[in-house]
Every structure is written in structure tokens, then in C-alpha cells.
């Protein structure tokens, strides 16, 4: 069974850094790009940032280019966003997800950021 | 950049009754890459559809994809109680890579 479970949530101040987390199991993590997604609360999806199998394709939207770092370890089956310059409308729920084909078939639960002073 | 806009925004209907969604994008999209999720509260969204018209693992016949170019319609022949939730189309392709449609929030009347 596909399990994505996201972790590293919590509150930050304007300006402050946060590093999410995702652990992924029961599939061969190594093989397949992913990627974040959030959703401020009560708001539609937003694609945040993708990375390929290998690391070596790297893409995020234009809302967090240049303040997010997305990358993953494969021999720890996991993936990473590092979060700085953090701002009030980077509330969210995130979302990691694997991607096959354009579709987002596989979600985590999602982890909780809360921006605020 | 392509925009999603799904209307109506919120469709109140009767268990029983037919449901039809659309999405409109703002420049031509591949068939191959358009999808349909569901979200519950509290819930990540579940993949439905793929490939505009191609039900995922696990989705009931009664729900159905169509459309081509830029008009995409999700139709659920007969409502059932948990089919009540929000629905996004998504597409991916274009700069940027995927985007979301704003939702249309599908409740019981």
C-alpha cells in the first residue's frame, strides 16, 4: 500500500523558516517524481514545486521561487521542502504527492503551516 | 499560464439527481492531462478521472469524463450520499507545470 506521511508543520513568523518532510513507502520511491501541493484554509489546490526521480529537473511556482527548496533522498524514501522568507499567505495545508502521467494519484494527509506574527 | 475556471462555483442537487461540472481553460489543453479530483473535509483530494475521460482505481461507473481542447465536463449519473464534496479539475503541461481549477463545491439540496 502506497503511504505518504508528511511531517514538519507548525507555526512560523514572517520572515522565518520551516522544513517539510515527507517519508514515502510501498512503492519504489527512486522511480517516481513528486511533488508539493498546498491549500490555504478554505481555498483551492495549488501546485507548489516538482522534482524528477533523480533530482535533476527541478520546477515551482512563480508564488514561491526563489524562498522554497524542494529535493529528496532516495535511499531514505524521502522529500523535502525547505520553506524560507515564509509569508502570511504561505498558510497552508501541504501536501506532498507522487505524480504519474500528469496526475496526482498519490496524496499524504497533508502537514499544517501557519504563518503569523 | 492556462487557467482553470470551473462553474457553477456550488451545484445544490438531490441525491438521485444527475451532476454535471465544468471546466473551462484558457488556452487549449491536451486531453492526455486533464483530471478530475474529489475532496471530503478534512480529506486530500482522491484522483477520479485522468486523461479527461478514464476512470482511476476504485472510482464507481457513475461517475464519467469528457471534453476535448478547452471544455471538460465531470457528470455523475446518480448522486449517491458521499458523492457530495468538492471537485477540481487539474491540468499539466504548461507554465505553470500543473494548475488547479477554483472548485466546484457540490452539496445537497
Known amino acids: 500500500e502506497v503511504q505518504l506521511v508528511e511531517s514538519g508543520g507548525g507555526s512560523a513568523q514572517p520572515g522565518g523558516s520551516l522544513r517539510l518532510s515527507c517519508a514515502a513507502s510501498?512503492?519504489?520511491?527512486?522511480?517516481?517524481?513528486m511533488n508539493w501541493v498546498r491549500q490555504a484554509p478554505g481555498k483551492g489546490l495549488e501546485w507548489v514545486s516538482y522534482?524528477?526521480?533523480?533530482?535533476?529537473?527541478?520546477y515551482y511556482a512563480d508564488s514561491v521561487k526563489g524562498r522554497f527548496t524542494i529535493s529528496r533522498d532516495n535511499a531514505k524514501n524521502s522529500l523535502y521542502l525547505q520553506m524560507n522568507s515564509l509569508r502570511d499567505e504561505d498558510t497552508a495545508v501541504y501536501y506532498c504527492?507522487?505524480?504519474?502521467?500528469?496526475?496526482?494519484?498519490?496524496w499524504g494527509q497533508g502537514t499544517l503551516v501557519t504563518v503569523s506574527s | 499560464e492556462i487557467v482553470l475556471t470551473q462553474s457553477p462555483g456550488t451545484l445544490s442537487l438531490s441525491p438521485g439527481e444527475r451532476a454535471t461540472l465544468s471546466c473551462r481553460a484558457s488556452q487549449s489543453v491536451s486531453s492526455s492531462y486533464l483530471a478530475w479530483y474529489q475532496q471530503k473535509p478534512g480529506q486530500a483530494p482522491r484522483l477520479l478521472i485522468y486523461g479527461a475521460s478514464s476512470r482511476a482505481t476504485g472510482t464507481p461507473d457513475r461517475f464519467s469524463g469528457s471534453g476535448s481542447g478547452t471544455d471538460f465536463t465531470l457528470t455523475i449519473s446518480r448522486l449517491e450520499p458521499e458523492d457530495f464534496a468538492v471537485y477540481y479539475c487539474?491540468?499539466?503541461?504548461?507554465?505553470?507545470?500543473?494548475?488547479f481549477g477554483q472548485g466546484t463545491k457540490l452539496e445537497i439540496k
Open positions: 522534482i524528477s526521480s533523480s533530482s535533476t529537473t527541478i
Open positions: 504527492a507522487e505524480a504519474y502521467g500528469g496526475n496526482f494519484e498519490y
Open positions: 510501498g512503492f519504489t520511491f527512486s522511480s517516481y517524481s
Open positions: 487539474q491540468q499539466y503541461g504548461s507554465s505553470p507545470m500543473y494548475t
